[in-house]
């Protein structure tokens, strides 16, 4: 528990205001949920770089996706 107590505080970091976004964690299942739906359609790796290349192919996709928005993919809380 101690040796991980610095990063399962990490959002403090954050502004309060985007608080509410990163404690949970949405944003990852739905990252891993477009990682399984592609590992579906490819079935079985040749190696471990073939796997490595899909996963990079997914969060470019995903950054890019971010990137282009109009709106902020962090939306700051109501309260402040």
């Keep these: 528990l101690d040796s991980g107590f610095e990063d399962a505080i ?11 976004s990163l404690r949970t964690t949405n944003m990852l299942e739905r990252l891993n ?10 079935r079985i790796f040749t190696n471990d770089q073939s796997a490595i290349r899909i996963i990079g192919s997914v969060l470019m996709d995903i950054n ?14 109501k309260d402040n």
């Design 33 to 42: 949920q477009e990682v399984r739906r592609r590992e579906r359609v490819i």
């Design 64 to 77: 890019e996706e971010w990137t282009s928005k109009d709106y902020p993919y962090l939306k700051k809380s």
């Design 10 to 20: 990490q959002f403090l970091a954050h502004p309060v205001e985007y608080h509410i």
